[in-house]
């Protein structure tokens, strides 16, 4: 049944990806609506296992692992404040949105700041792919965009931890959780200056089939494993790994090799993994709560961190780009609204609905980047 799987996942990522370049969109925005196709919504051909979680985990930790690769950190360095500017815009306003509409929809204050948190996450990986479809993740508005997940993540887990504590939701010890962040920032900048370096040296002239790719592996799944011990996103290690990596002379070898192997598994696993989670069972009197926080979700990041790049010297074309590069909540948020059922910050009348949410936030991102920057540039392959 597996291998079936994996072939209904391939051919149709493949064909579906094909028709949506067709159609002029990138082709990321087709794999995720597959998903959906094919999925229990609707099809029911492929439905949610721990194995296709774990590859779909693999997929986008490589994904953000070529983000890291082809940044340029001199760049990223550069846009620092821009990128602080747009976090902390894509989180003031989602949060105070989210938080009166929770209020609007009967929650009491501690859910209600629970709901604001879970809509100013931010996930990149689908706007990574959707920018390298189109020959752009290269670019400033990428790099900032990049940054500015960085620091999403790190501040929407520490108010979370705040907001957990306050609420005495799972014995939050909110000093021990800014310290591990801070532990985090200082081992991932000494590791990937002083180890990484060093274990490429090490092993890739080792007389093993690709060496070179399997130690940039082993430094992609390292940092994954250490961020999401010190409570940062697996992918936000991957990118930093990618980072580390890019500063020695093996970049361009592991990025030829990885992508092959992303591509061909890993990464259509992870698009189809997102549609399979959708269900539209005993939605029909949700729908309105639906489309509202959707349309709310969309808005207050797009505004948020839009703002926050034009303040920082970005264009208008640029800034509303940057915006629409930040409105995917992707796994981020899943993970978040799973802390909130589990710790009951969340109602479980509501669970279905923000999944869905999350979701169409993940599904309008693709083709609202390709609105604001328009065709691809520099050559590179939809």
């Known amino acids: 049944m597996l291998f079936f799987k994996l072939l209904i996942i391939l051919l149709s990522t493949k064909l579906a990806g094909d028709l949506s370049v067709r159609l002029k969109q990138p082709a ?12 229990p919504a609707l099809l029911g051909w492929i439905n ?12 986008v930790l490589l994904l953000m692992f070529m983000a890291g690769l082809e940044t340029d950190i001199k760049e990223l360095n550069r846009n620092r404040n821009s990128s602080l500017a747009v976090a902390v815009g894509g989180i003031i306003l989602p949060l105070l949105g989210g938080y009166f509409a929770g209020k609007t929809m009967g929650m009491g204050d501690t859910p209600a700041l629970f709901l604001g948190l879970l809509l100013s996450a931010t996930s990149v990986s689908i706007t990574v792919q959707t920018l390298r479809d189109m020959g752009r993740l290269k670019s400033r508005e990428s790099v900032t965009i990049l940054g500015a997940a960085v620091v999403d993540d790190i501040l929407v887990v520490v108010l979370l931890a705040f907001l957990m504590s306050f609420a005495g939701a799972g014995g939050v010890s909110l000093g021990m959780v800014i310290g591990k962040k801070v532990l985090f920032f200082i081992l991932v900048i000494l590791i990937g200056w002083k180890f990484v370096p060093w274990i490429m040296r090490r092993l890739a002239p080792l007389r093993v089939t690709e060496a070179v790719i399997s130690a940039g592996l082993i430094v992609c799944f390292g940092f994954a494993y250490l961020s999401e011990k010190l409570g940062v996103a697996g992918i936000i290690g991957a990118f930093a790994a990618g980072v580390a990596i890019s500063q020695t002379s093996y970049k361009q070898e592991v990025e030829q090799k990885l992508e092959p192997i992303a591509y061909a598994i890993f990464v259509p696993v992870f698009f189809v993994s997102i549609g399979v989670s959708v269900s539209f069972n005993g939605l029909g009197d949700q729908i309105g709560l639906i489309l509202g926080l959707s349309v709310l979700a969309v808005f207050t990041k797009l505004i948020g961190s839009g703002l926050g790049a034009r303040l920082t010297g970005f264009n208008l074309r640029s800034s509303i780009g940057i915006g629409s590069g ?18 009951r910050l969340l109602a479980p009348e509501f669970y279905t609905s923000i999944i869905i949410v999350v979701i169409l936030t993940t ?12 065709e691809k540039v520099d050559g590179e392959p939809l």
Do not use: N, Y
């Open 28 to 39: 990321v925005l087709g794999q995720l609506v597959i998903g959906i196709v094919i999925g």
């Open 326 to 343: 930040m409105i995917s909540r992707g796994e981020v948020a899943l993970i978040i609204a799973a802390i909130g059922l589990e710790t």
């Open 363 to 374: 599904l309008v991102t693709p083709p609202i980047l390709k609105k604001v920057f328009g």
């Open 48 to 59: 949610d296992s721990k194995l296709i979680e774990e590859l779909s985990r693999i997929g």
